[in-house]
């Protein structure tokens, strides 16, 4: 019964300093994603789908402080990529490619996991910090694309989706630290993340595969707050 009370005990008071030194961090950012190519052919219209789109993140960080300049946690979040245009600005092409006009607007969907680090370079209320993070992104969802061909009147349907994999990302900017705990942070925001765009299409008895490797290059602005 003492080891008991005694486990418990310690258990407790590992608890109560862990909290002390346990920060919540919810950031949200909106960016620019540049999709990036090696294997684009002037005249495959398939890899000129998607090229840019606009990303909404959203994270949340679990930042264990190992001292006042530095902190370590494990984090998971949400992203969001909605094309913006599904020709390419790299093609000679305003509004459709090869007579195919697109009707619709590819969205993804995706959940990852990683481990931050942050850092603050002075110990003062306001100071400038640097955070990088890396992990693995899960993606949850595919998106239907629909070709329209205008002058035969034909409507091909495709279903478009982002591989899972590695993702990284960094940050740079100021966090401010008031008196009851909480800081706020803001400033640009990078993310690199290498996937590949798996496209299906299904024509009469028979389907066609196509898979495009693409770097995407997140660019845009970040802000957070932690308790």
Not at 131 to 136: A, L
Not at 151 to 170: E, H, L, P, V, W
Not at 197 to 221: M, Q
């Amino acid at each position: 019964m003492r080891f008991f009370l005694i486990l418990l005990g310690l258990s407790l008071s590992l608890a109560v300093s862990a909290q002390k030194r346990l920060d919540h961090k919810f950031s949200f950012g909106m960016n620019y994603v540049i999709g990036d190519s090696e294997q684009r052919s002037s005249n495959d219209w398939f890899d000129a789908f998607e090229d840019d789109y606009l990303s909404l993140k959203f994270d949340y960080v679990a930042s264990f402080k190992l001292n006042q300049f530095i902190s370590v946690g494990p984090g998971v979040g949400v992203r969001h990529l909605v094309a913006l245009d599904e020709t390419s600005s790299d093609h000679d092409i305003n509004t459709n490619v090869l007579g195919y006009t697109s009707n619709t607007i590819s969205n993804y969907f995706a959940i990852p996991l990683f481990v931050n680090f942050n850092a603050r370079f002075i110990d003062k209320k306001v100071s400038p910090f640097f955070s990088v993070s890396t992990g693995y992104s899960f993606a949850v969802n595919s998106s239907d694309i629909e070709l329209y061909d205008s002058d035969s009147g034909q409507r091909d349907n495709y279903t478009s989706k982002m591989k899972s994999g590695f993702i990284a990302n960094g940050q740079l900017g100021a966090n401010i630290r008031f008196r009851n705990g909480m800081n706020i942070s803001a400033g640009p925001y990078f993310e690199f993340q290498p996937t590949t765009i798996v496209r299906t299409n299904v024509i009469n008895s028979g389907s066609f595969r196509s898979e495009t490797k693409r770097d995407l290059y997140h660019i845009g602005l970040q802000v957070g707050f932690a308790f």
